[in-house]
């Protein structure tokens, strides 16, 4: 049983790698497990906007150098090395190192293709479990820093690149996760919440402060043992909140919000895991510095050690 709920929870733990892509954030963890682990995490999004530049009020580090009207798009990928040790009575400490490729283009012509390293971050975490023959309870909570080691200087030519497409924030931020879980027989219910308390950059510029929730049903469909293969897919509401930006002490723009539809699944085989998640919005309520998000993917493997 314990390693069934393992294989749920899977699914859910990589969800909090989800908060605002447009600000570089990267908050995965991966799943959570009784030992050590390491994994890899492709995290992918993609965000349009027809532009027009006289009716929008993009300010400060969004689109804010970015003269043309036209179609914008705006690539977020990020490739993730993470790892979990595993410190004793329950507690875990994860740590993870992002590598950053961010792209944009105007009407069809790319302006910025970015590469470099990101914020790194680390969380401590402590899990309590409680289980019977017919259900189980799960609850674990983390805090954790992210730290701006990733570059804010990335050049692109003579083009000058905003805050949004450089791999780094600029700033020290601080984060916190609670994640519940339910499973009665073989249906399991699951929320995961991740909040993020930006801090300022040098130029005493800082990110609205971020919000991400999730609500996802699932099931186990395919379970032949602690050696062989399981297989669980998952369905469910993530939501993400983003507040108003901040120069000098002065607020920026607007609360924005956004509801995806989350699709999911997890195969394990052994000490192997592999989670994939696809979204798609279905309300969107964004502020003229953004640009709305069509869709995302995220990719998780995972290895326990």
């Not at 507690?91 to 970015?114: C, K």
């Not at 399991?188 to 040098?202: A, D, E, H, I, Y």
């Not at 993400?240 to 956004?258: A, C, H, L, P, Q």
Request: charged letters at 20%; aromatic letters at 12%; a neutral charge.
């Amino acid at each position: 049983m314990r390693q069934i709920i393992i294989l749920l929870i899977a699914l859910l733990i990589q969800q909090d790698i989800k908060a605002c892509d447009q600000c570089n954030v990267v908050l995965g963890s991966g799943a959570i497990s009784e030992g050590h682990f390491i994994g890899y995490r492709l995290r992918y999004r993609r965000q349009f906007q027809n532009v027009d530049l006289g009716k929008s009020s993009i300010h400060s580090k969004h689109l804010e150098h970015f003269q043309a009207n036209g179609e914008i798009k705006e690539l977020y990928t990020a490739h993730e090395l993470y790892g979990n040790y595993h410190i004793g009575k329950n507690w875990h400490l994860s740590l993870a190192i992002p590598f950053l490729n961010n792209y944009r283009s105007l009407n069809t012509t790319t302006v910025h293709d970015i590469y470099g390293i990101g914020d790194p971050w680390v969380m401590l975490r402590k899990q309590e479990s409680w289980k019977n023959e017919k259900d189980h309870l799960f609850v674990s909570g983390g805090l954790g820093f992210k730290f701006p080691l990733g570059s804010t200087s990335a050049e692109d030519g003579d083009t000058y690149v905003d805050l949004d497409m450089q791999p780094g924030t600029g700033s020290m931020d601080y984060l916190a996760n609670l994640v519940l879980l339910y499973e009665y027989r073989k249906v399991f219910v699951m929320s995961q919440n991740t909040g993020k308390l930006n801090g300022s950059s040098p130029d005493d510029f800082r990110y609205g402060n971020n919000l991400s929730t999730s609500l996802l049903l699932g099931s186990r469909v395919i379970n032949k043992g602690e050696d062989a293969w399981r297989l669980s897919f998952t369905g469910g509401i993530y939501s993400e909140f983003i507040g108003r930006d901040e120069v000098n002490g002065e607020k920026k723009g607007d609360i924005s919000s956004t509801y995806f539809m989350d699709g999911g699944a997890v195969l394990r085989f052994k000490s192997m895991i592999v989670t994939a998640n696809g979204q798609i919005p279905f309300i969107t309520k964004v502020d003229s510095r953004q640009l709305p998000t069509t869709h995302r993917f995220i990719l998780n493997l995972q290895y326990e050690i």
